[in-house]
């Protein structure tokens, strides 16, 4: 090559860019003149870069800018080959990444991966491969080359098996005559070789510009320009001497690789001695002196232009960073002025995409987030994952409530996923597709309830219609037969049907199919056989090729304020620049080995002819390119660093800030701390409405509502002052006013009195457990009994306690009426051991009689079966125990004669009821309003105390033990068995005249026999049995007179405070999440926030 190449070498800020664009300017300028268009080209390193090259030269030639041929290395290639004879297929980065994966699988199966045979599937070896080979290409190093050097150092099995896959793939691309990304420059340098000039015919000048560096390809693409064109001027950062040797080590090697190709020369033309541009001087200190020899570099007074800042967190680094651009705008700058470059955007997006709109920047983000993270796509492998893990509930729901899912959104869609949902709770089934749609099915049919049946149904139609969509997924396709497939079930599930032709939807879905049918043109070779995919390894292949793959990026705000990673900034003019992000982690940038090769072995590579990168160059890298960002700011350069890391321990700025910084004087005060916490924003830093709205709250509750009468006349702030206000409204009633309010549960509007009035009408009949419940926390019945808010069943094998709590009561009621006769018991009664084994024999039957779904559930009763019996085998213990104490106190051994008693109407239907039917309700209160009260009485014993005929009542519990006493009658919290003895003693369930000995709770697991209504126990009772008292029953049911019409009177008024007695309440209630009890605790004594319902009893201190 003969080309000559003019090179301009100077520090930033030298005006190396305005010189050469006034040239340009000339040679278009000429070229319109004279109707030769055509005749100029500028390469730039990057797409902003030349948008910025176009923008300046309108300038200079009046706006009127015609074919400015002003290109990327990679479009002036893609150029040469698009006018080119050579028949070669460029390969999108999704069919490379195929290719790629493809060979290695070859090689895998062949044996001749066993190094990496164990990685060789992840998508992590293959994106070091990758890199790899793309950084070998650039070096045109090619695979003979890296074996050759390998072999020099001792060929490792590692060796040998990148060096195979390497050459595999350059054999498929060039056999196949594709190329990919570092191809393209190969091709279109051999296109050159062959003087394929057909896209730029008649180049008189070729600028060269914002380069650092370039790989070996691009050194001869550059050779041919300059022979082909008439001028060649290339510029370099850079300058004379040894001074900073090491910041522009890159740049100077340049020259030297150049003149294998050309001649070069210093710049000749208009303006070759260039001068330092007027920038503020500190800009103009960092530009000459940033890191130069410290010792030798004197400290400069003045940092005009230059501020260093650390902010508190990164949120609190982009607050800052939209306060100080707000102020910039007030002030009149252009926003197309501003600049916001970060190391990586990727790290920032979310934040800027946050804060800058509601701070009302103009925005120009250029950032886009993988096509993975696409709605509708992110929905399409929640559905290929719900397949593949084989119908999970949790999975399921998501994609039944899936707002892609619309064939499933009918007006009756919202119902019909709930029951589907609800059927499969209740039936708990919550994986296992095939089990799913059987258990359905039977219930549908065998269901022993009818709304039950109609619910099976209705999921039975939903999921069918689900399973017949997903059948083809559970098949083997080709790719290409996969993306038809997936085309047809997007159809189908009518997946697109809210999004109209421009919506992203549409795009993303259409870049799926897209990508799947590109990488299936390259998934079989020819003359092999065609690859079969299972959905495991589509998904794994699909996954794969939407996260390397971003969605389109977002139209460009014209005029918004840019915000960039560093590398596209480097070499943009920018007046305002705000580097932020400078922490310690960010620059130098640390790249760990790259778990192929290390450091070491890099270098021995090089020593053998290679030119890969190692940790001295990536430095130098480095520094180059915090060099060149900084260097862009003409008029204001702000440096800015979190000193608090999102984890909150504290965090240093990059060295390279201390490098800045070290220019300086210390009085510079260049340096500034923004670490405030505060929640509330000074005026200075009021961003948008949240902050007005906050802010206009602080100052109105310090006396000055200005500013929030101000928010509230704004349209924009109108609504959310109102809700501020309303919220305000509602602390005060929660935490400034005494005693329970309407926040707190309090309902005092007339139409909920409405609406409780027929909820509780004085016809209602309330039970035990409703009344407890609501004396224990009122809150909570008003959740479940009143809105009817109740925790989910587990979805998963779970017992049924309520399900297990009546077996065991209605087995206890038949193993003791087996012994009576003529509704007598027997004289003696019947031994532990022998209740033990009837109680198991009941037990037995009574589960095995019930169908099970399957196998497994088959095994749980058995289980269930075995528990049970161990349960009766204490119950038999506790008998004994029990009878021998009642024998060394009463006359005739109290015994059951009467189970599962019903009193009142319409207890439970369906339930058994002992000794001739209900009785009638028990009723409490003043006549006119009085309670109405049933339920049903597990167990009454009868015996007798010398002459007096006396009874027990006994409620069984499966639970662990309580302590329970008369004194929590007052409470609310123990009503069940004094209600019970109550109705026994008033319909005369034990006889007439039986005097209550004792009501008890029966617990199974441990205790038995444990009195609920405790009394002082008997003197001289050698035995430990508790009875009750005469004084003590009718004081505990003077308290049940008083309390239940109390507890009824507060249901009916709207009483349902917060408050519960229980401190550890939150620990066990499914309610936790929602209830504010902790906050009511936390108030101060004065605000009296308790709920009593006796205030005049005995039994009221607060816990």
Request: glycine share 8%; proline share 6%.
């Amino acid at each position: 090559m003969s080309g000559t190449i003019e090179l301009v070498m100077a520090p930033a800020g030298a005006g190396k860019t305005s010189a050469l664009l006034d040239l340009y300017a000339v040679s278009l300028r000429q070229a319109r003149s004279s109707l030769q268009l055509g005749t100029a080209l500028w390469l730039a390193p990057n797409l902003r870069e030349t948008f910025q090259i176009c923008q300046r030269l309108s300038q200079r030639l009046g706006g009127v800018l015609v074919e400015p041929q002003v290109l990327t290395f990679e479009d002036f290639a893609k150029q040469i080959l698009e006018r080119t004879a050579q028949p070669v297929t460029p390969l999108a980065p999704g069919q490379q990444r195929t290719l790629l994966r493809n060979i290695v699988r070859r090689l895998r199966d062949a044996a001749e991966l066993r190094h990496f045979g164990p990685i060789a599937d992840s998508a992590g070896f293959l994106d070091l491969v990758q890199s790899f080979i793309a950084e070998l290409k650039r070096a045109e190093t090619w695979p003979d080359d890296l074996a050759r050097a390998c072999a020099e150092r001792g060929a490792s099995a590692r060796d040998r098996e990148l060096t195979r896959i390497y050459s595999e793939y350059q054999r498929v691309l060039l056999e196949q005559r594709w190329f990919d990304a570092e191809g393209r420059f190969w091709w279109a340098r051999e296109s050159l070789r062959n003087e394929a000039w057909d896209a730029f015919p008649c180049l008189e000048l070729v600028v060269v510009d914002g380069f650092d560096d370039f790989n070996q390809i691009q050194y001869e693409i550059l050779g041919h320009l300059a022979e082909r064109a008439g001028r060649l001027v290339l510029s370099l950062p850079g300058e004379p001497g040894e001074r900073r040797a090491d910041l522009f080590a890159k740049s100077r090697r340049v020259p030297e690789q150049l003149a294998r190709h050309a001649r070069v020369v210093d710049w000749q033309g208009p303006g070759a001695t260039l001068s330092v541009e007027q920038r503020p001087a500190g800009l103009r200190k960092i530009s000459s002196d940033l890191f130069g020899n410290v010792r030798e570099t004197p400290r400069q007074a003045s940092a005009e232009g230059l501020e260093i800042v650390a902010v508190a967190g990164q949120r609190g680094e982009v607050q800052w960073l939209a306060a100080k651009i707000k102020q910039l705008l007030l002030a009149g700058e252009d926003p197309g002025d501003i600049v916001v470059v970060f190391r990586d955007v990727a790290d920032y997006a979310d934040l800027i995409s946050q804060v800058f709109p509601a701070a009302g920047l103009p925005l120009d983000l250029d950032w886009s987030p993988s096509l993975q993270e696409a709605p509708v796509l992110r929905a399409l492998l929640k559905l290929l994952a719900l397949e593949l893990a084989d119908w999970p509930y949790d999975q399921l729901q998501d994609v039944l409530r899936s707002p892609f899912l619309p064939f499933l959104a009918a007006p009756s869609g919202e119902w019909k996923i709930s029951g589907t949902l609800g059927a499969l709770r209740r039936l708990q089934v919550g994986e296992d597709r095939v089990r799913i749609l059987d258990s359905l099915a039977r219930e549908e049919e065998q269901g022993a309830r009818e709304g039950f049946r109609r619910q099976a149904s209705v999921a039975l139609e939903v999921l069918r219609s689900l399973d017949d969509r997903l059948q083809p997924l559970r098949q083997r396709h080709t790719l290409k037969q996969w993306g038809i497939e997936l085309r047809k079930l997007g159809s189908q599930l009518q997946f697109l049907r809210w999004g109209g032709d421009d919506s992203p939807d549409v795009e993303h879905w259409k870049r799926l199919l897209e990508s799947i049918f590109a990488a299936a043109k390259v998934d079989t070779l020819p003359g092999e056989a065609s690859r079969i995919l299972d959905l495991t390894a589509f998904v794994r292949e699909l996954t794969d090729l939407l996260r390397r793959q971003e969605q389109s990026p977002p139209s460009a705000l014209a005029g918004g304020i840019r915000v960039l990673s560093a590398s596209e900034v480097r070499n943009l003019d920018v007046p305002w620049l705000f580097f932020a992000g400078l922490n310690e982690q960010s620059f130098p940038r640390r790249r760990s080995d790259d778990c192929l090769y290390g450091e070491v072995e890099r270098r021995q590579l090089n020593d053998s002819g290679l030119q890969l990168g190692h940790q001295s160059l990536r430095t130098q890298e480095e520094m180059l390119l915090f060099y060149r960002v900084c260097t862009r700011a003409t008029r204001g350069l702000t440096l800015l660093y979190p000193a608090v890391s999102p984890e909150g321990s504290p965090l240093t700025c990059s060295p390279y800030v201390t490098a800045v910084r070290d220019l300086f004087e210390p009085q510079a005060a260049l340096q500034g701390l923004e670490s405030e916490l505060d929640p509330v924003p000074s005026l200075q830093r009021i961003l948008g409405a949240s902050d007005l709205r906050v802010r206009g709250m602080y100052e109105a509750l310090e006396g000055k509502p200005g500013l929030l009468a101000l928010a509230a006349d704004h349209p924009l702030t109108r609504k959310s002052i109102v809700r501020t206000l309303q919220a305000a409204d509602l602390n005060t009633l929660r935490f400034h006013t005494p005693g329970f309010t309407p926040a707190d549960g309090q309902l005092a509007q007339p139409a909920n009195q409405r609406w409780l009035a027929k909820l509780f009408p004085q016809s209602r009949q309330f039970s035990a457990t409703h009344l407890e419940q609501y004396g224990g926390c009122p809150f909570r019945f008003f959740l479940e009994r009143v809105l009817r808010i109740e925790p989910l069943p587990a979805i998963e094998f779970a017992t049924d306690h309520g399900e297990r709590g009546s077996l065991i009561h209605s087995a206890f009621a038949e193993l003791h009426q087996r012994d009576l006769e003529d509704g007598e018991p027997p004289a003696n009664p019947p031994q532990g051991e022998e209740l033990a084994r009837r109680f198991a024999e009941i037990i037995r039957r009574r589960i095995t009689e019930q169908p099970q779904a399957d196998r497994l559930r088959e095994a749980l009763a058995e289980v269930e079966i075995e528990l049970l019996t161990e349960w009766g085998e204490e119950y038999g213990r506790q008998w004994d125990k029990h009878i021998e104490r009642c024998r060394a106190t009463f006359s005739e051994v109290p015994q059951p004669v009467l189970f599962e008693k019903a009193f009142g109407e319409s207890v439970d239907p369906e339930g058994p009821s002992s000794g001739g039917g209900a009785a009638d309700v028990v009723r409490l209160g003043k006549p006119g309003c009085e309670v109405r009260l049933g339920g049903r009485i597990d167990r009454i014993d009868r015996g007798r105390l010398g002459d007096q005929s006396v009874f027990f009542v006994v409620d069984y519990k499966s639970g662990s033990k309580k302590s329970l006493s008369r004194a929590d009658v007052a409470l609310g919290t123990n009503l069940q068995l004094p209600l019970y003895v109550l109705a026994v003693q008033e319909h005369g369930l034990a006889g007439e005249g039986a005097q209550v000995a004792q009501a008890a709770f029966w617990y199974l697991k441990e205790g038995g026999f444990t009195p609920g209504l405790k009394a002082p126990r008997q003197r001289g009772s050698k035995t430990g049995l508790d009875l009750l008292g005469a004084e003590e029953w009718n004081e505990a049911r003077e308290d049940l007179g008083r309390v239940v019409p109390r507890i009824v009177d507060g249901m009916r008024q709207g009483e349902f405070p917060v408050y519960n007695r229980d401190d550890h309440c939150m620990t066990y209630c499914p309610h936790r999440l929602v209830c504010r009890v902790a906050q009511v605790r936390a108030l101060d004594d004065r605000l009296q926030k308790t709920f009593v319902l006796l205030p005049d009893s005995d039994a009221v201190a607060p816990p």
